[in-house]
């Protein structure tokens, strides 16, 4: 909440770690990546004046969630290293979990992202969180594990999600993935997944071979102002 203090007539408006927080999570929904980091920095440093952290924990999970997509990952992994795990509730593990795991998974070291799934157990776990695990699980040729989870994400009313890493675990197992990352495609550009629309787009171009899947995934990259994965796109549109 905004806290407004009246002194001497002036209003004087202070906002909580909640409030930047909040605009960044906008920002990240509507792709502007360099915006979001900007209130996520100035959530990060009201989060530490408050003492908060439970707050410090998700803003620095956002950060490197963040810095993941745009594929730094040095970065990110410094970010992931700052966060005091043992602090957060569960809802902040979770999302904890499930962002470390996309860091491991999009780099492919499936095998360490399919250690923080073992390691990890939520009540009510989102279907995010079952689909990276689903990634970390086929990548590591464990493949029994992969369909289990997936057919967990079946049970959160979550199609976009489902579509998505069932397109993915197919594709880690050697199956024909092409119309399942097309229906995964058709419902990310639904819901304005926009992260997730140029992921598609790109493994699109490289299991068919078709440029044109490139060029619309670097396209989709360079708006949302991501270098390297728009540099990686582009390359293959060449």
């Known amino acids: 909440m905004v806290r407004i203090i009246l002194f001497f007539g002036v209003q004087i408006i202070f906002a909580a770690s909640g409030d930047f927080a909040y605009q960044a999570k906008k920002y990240f929904s509507q792709g502007r990546y360099e915006a979001a980091y900007g209130q996520y920095e100035f959530a990060l440093r009201e989060a530490r004046k408050e003492a908060d952290l439970v707050a410090e924990g998700r803003i620095l999970t956002s950060m490197a969630t963040l810095a993941t997509h745009a594929m730094e990952y040095e970065e990110a992994k410094k970010i992931f290293e700052k966060v005091r795990i043992n602090s957060l509730d569960e809802k902040s593990r979770e999302d904890f979990y499930k962002a470390y795991m996309e860091f491991y998974n999009l780099q492919g070291e499936h095998r360490n992202a399919f250690e923080i799934a073992n390691k990890s157990s939520f009540k009510k776990a989102s279907a995010v969180f079952l689909g990276e695990a689903a990634v970390a699980a086929a990548g590591s040729k464990n493949n029994s594990e992969a369909d ?33 990352y097309e229906n995964a495609l058709k419902l990310s550009v639904e819901k304005k997944q926009y992260f997730t629309s140029a992921t598609i787009l790109l493994r699109l171009s490289e299991i068919t071979g078709d440029k044109d899947y490139a060029a619309r995934s670097a396209a989709v990259f360079s708006e949302l102002g991501l270098v390297k994965p728009f540099q990686k796109a582009n390359e293959a549109a060449k």
């Open 148 to 180: 289990s989870y997936i057919k967990k994400i079946s049970k959160c009313n979550s199609p976009g999600q489902l579509a998505f890493y069932k397109a993915r675990v197919a594709d880690l197992k050697g199956e024909n993935s092409r119309e399942l």
